[in-house]
Nanobody, 124 residues
Framework: QVQLVQSGGGLVRTGGSLRLSCAAS????????LAWFRQAPGEERAFVAA????????YYADSVQDRFTISRENVKNMVYLEMNKLKPGDTAVYYC?????????????????WGQGTQVTVSS
């Protein structure tokens, strides 16, 4: 069964750190681009970070550049999002997703498998 199962997240104070995990099954994490998106209340789902299937190149939204790190662990078939220097504006439900294209995209319409979502709340 093709699926993504997320873990991690929670409540943290401004400046703190969290790590999100995403376990893949039914496919391997190095065979497709994978990404993290987030959705705050009343807002559209927004791109956060992606990792390419080719050489593991990474891409980030400007708002998280130099604070967040996406990575994958092929042996465990996992993808991670390490989040540092968190701000209240990072509060959202975070989703990992599998891209249908050969190259990662910032557009959620090109992603066909989604994790269940994980709440991240950053208090001021």
């Amino acid at each position: 069964q093709v699926q993504l199962v997320q873990s991690g997240g929670g409540l943290v104070r401004t400046g703190g750190s969290l790590r999100l995990s995403c376990a893949a099954s039914g496919f391997t994490v190095d065979s497709v681009p994978l990404a993290w998106f987030r959705q705050a209340p009343g807002e559209e789902r927004a791109f956060v970070a992606a990792i390419s299937r080719i050489n593991g190149a990474t891409y980030y939204a400007d708002s998280v550049q130099d604070r967040f790190t996406i990575s994958r662990e092929n042996v465990k078939n996992m993808v991670y999002l390490e989040m540092n220097k968190l701000k209240p504006g990072d509060t959202a439900v975070y989703y990992c997703a599998r891209c249908q294209l050969d190259l990662a995209s910032m557009d959620p319409k090109y992603y066909d498998v989604w994790g269940q979502g994980t709440q991240v709340t950053v208090s001021s």
